[in-house]
């Protein structure tokens, strides 16, 4: 049986819908390739290795900790999930509870946000018409766990600021591909849209020495923030809104941004 190595959590504003297109356009000369807001890591774990330096960082502890113990404890991590049920019972006592260890604090968090609506880790997901949902199979998630264990045999995992994350690792063969949170969407408590200091980051961003590429909401604030920046627009799927029955737009258009030549590749890839 093939598992599927290239996701460990689905989660808001992840790159699973435009992994494809992205991976292309990361260049091939890198010596380093450095995530500052690593979330789902999906574009991270789409490549058995991108470069002989890779830094998964987010600034959310509870996805840091979850990479790491899954690095670290694969069987502890393993052992504890298995004992757990598909239950809208257990999963609100593991919403309500405080564990105590690392491992636990681990297997509760990628509980919530495998059994939950959306990836958002507070409501119990349900489905009317598959066995998905909050009732879905367990038996993979060992085999899942043991393979995204081997992909971060040599990651380096962070838990900083995006701008000491990226002033430290910079160098000419660095690369830096950056998902911060959107200018508009939502996002989870750590890295509210409210909060999150845009300017902050193109500042930082037009000042390395390396190379980034940037994902990015197609908005006239970020459009404008990033002027003089190679740019393409892609659309994807509406994530989460995309239910049967909304009438909600059902294509999100992004931007992605980069300080070399992207928009050849782009283009020469979709010939």
Same mark, same amino acid.
């Given at each position: ?12 504003? @992840? ?18 390739? &450095? ?25 959310? $502890?509870?996805?840091?900790?979850? *990479? ?9 991590? &393993?052992?504890?999930? +298995?004992?757990?049920?598909? $239950?809208?019972?257990?999963? *609100?006592? *593991? /919403? ?16 919530? &946000?495998?059994?939950? *609506? ?5 409501? !119990?997901? #349900?489905?009317?018409? #598959? +066995? @998905? @949902? ?40 660095? !690369? ?10 939502? @996002?989870?408590?750590? #890295? +509210? ?11 930082? /961003? ?22 003089? !920046? ?15 029955? #909304? ?25």
């Amino acid at each position: 049986m093939t598992i599927d190595k290239k996701c460990l959590i689905n989660w808001v504003g @992840g790159k699973r819908l435009l992994r494809k297109t992205i991976a292309p356009l990361i260049p091939e000369d890198i010596v380093s390739y &450095i995530e500052p807001f690593g979330g789902g890591g999906w574009v991270l774990f789409y490549k058995d290795q991108w470069a002989d330096l890779e830094v998964y960082n987010d600034l959310d $502890s509870r996805l840091v900790n979850l *990479f790491r113990i899954v690095k670290y404890h694969p069987n502890a991590f &393993i052992e504890e999930y +298995s004992l757990l049920l598909g $239950s809208r019972e257990m999963f *609100f006592q *593991f /919403l309500n509870a405080t564990p105590v260890t690392d491992i636990q604090k681990a297997v509760q968090f990628y509980y919530l &946000i495998t059994r939950s *609506f959306g990836g958002r880790g507070d409501t !119990f997901g #349900t489905v009317k018409k #598959t +066995s @998905g @949902g909050a009732s879905k199979s367990q038996k993979n998630v060992p085999l899942k766990i043991t393979a995204i264990h081997e992909r971060l045999d040599k990651v380096l995992i962070e838990n900083r600021d995006f701008e000491k994350l990226i002033t430290q690792y910079d160098h000419e063969g660095a !690369f830096f591909y950056c998902d911060p949170p959107y200018s508009k969407g939502c @996002g989870y408590e750590v #890295t +509210s849209t409210k909060d999150f200091e845009h300017e902050r980051l193109r500042n930082v /961003l037009g000042k390395i020495k390396g190379r980034f590429l940037l994902s990015y909401d197609d908005s006239p604030k970020i459009r404008e923030l990033y002027k003089g !920046f190679e740019m393409i627009e892609v659309e994807r799927l509406n994530g989460i809104n995309n239910r049967e029955g #909304t009438k909600r737009n059902k294509m999100f258009k992004e931007l992605l941004i980069a300080n070399y030549p992207i928009k050849e590749l782009h283009e020469r890839r979709a010939d």
